[in-house]
């Protein structure tokens, strides 16, 4: 009987993982964060500056794609997996008071020290819901821009992710998204491994698998690169880069 991946267990170690970030975000995880990641992902300095600097310090993010999305004032953005808020703050830069920008995340100490930002920073246009990124509680077309940053690679369901995507875009709408992927297809052992899928390893998807999913789903893929700033830094995790490419991409795609 071929092995199986044990969701709920990824669901508990993936909360495990990113309560602690929120919690001790100078801690020892497998993945670099804060602001000396963010800024060598590209992010500009001068715009950090202006997101409040604990949101900054649980950055987990692996790639910068607010290139890939047309930003505007007015707009309205939907950040999946949000986290501590950072990317959610950023956007909120660009959509100014007349748009808005929702970080949907499903752990409570994450949404805690979110919303704890927000309402420090006096952020009317930003807020943070709970919630899955398979099952989306928003209504169709109701966001301009969908943006996620190494969060989909965590989601036992990914083809749910891309359709819950589409169906709350408006048409035309785009989704800018940075996740690890890998080059070649892995084995069961580590794709069935919940520790390893929480460590952001098991879950990433061979590349072309990823984006034909993303098609399916009903986009148009505009651009894939590489992101190869991003580096991990336990020996598990380079072990993989090293035997299956593992890797930061980002996308950009738009709503047919």
């Known amino acids: ?19 602690a970030v929120a919690e001790t975000p100078d801690g020892e995880f497998h993945f670099q964060m804060g602001r000396p990641l963010a800024e060598k992902l590209g992010y ?3 715009e950090l500056d202006q997101v409040p600097a604990r949101a900054v310090e649980s950055f987990a993010g692996v790639g910068y794609h607010f290139d890939l999305a047309d930003l505007h004032h ?6 999946l997996g949000s986290g501590s808020g950072m990317d959610a703050f950023f956007a909120a830069l660009h959509t100014g008071d007349s748009g808005s920008v929702t970080g949907l995340d499903m752990t409570d100490e994450q949404l805690e020290k979110s919303r704890s930002l927000r309402d420090e920073a006096g952020a009317e246009n930003v807020s943070f819901e709970k ?7 928003f209504d169709d077309e109701t966001f301009d821009i969908v943006t996620s940053n190494g969060v989909i690679n965590l989601s ?14 408006k048409t035309g709408g785009q989704l800018a998204i940075s996740d690890i992927l890998s080059e070649t297809h892995m084995p069961d052992s580590i794709t069935t491994n919940a520790d390893l899928w929480a460590a952001c390893i098991g879950g990433a998807m061979q590349i072309n698998d990823y984006t034909n999913l993303v098609e399916e789903a009903g986009f148009e ?18 072990g993989a880069c090293q035997k299956y490419g593992v890797k930061s991409i980002s996308v950009g795609a738009r709503k047919q």
Do not use: C, H, W
Request: hydrophobic letters at 35%.
């Open 131 to 137: 919630g899955y990124i398979e099952e989306l509680p």
């Open 221 to 238: 893929v505009i651009e894939v690169r590489e992101n190869p700033q991003y580096e991990f830094i336990s020996e598990q995790a380079l």
């Open 74 to 79: 007015g707009d309205d953005v939907l950040d």
């Open 156 to 169: 036992a369901k990914k083809d749910s992710v891309f359709e819950e995507a589409n169906r709350v875009l």
């Open 1 to 19: 009987m071929a092995n199986t991946l044990n969701v709920e267990k990824l669901e508990r170690e993936v909360k495990g993982v990113y309560r």
């Open 44 to 46: 500009p300095p001068t």
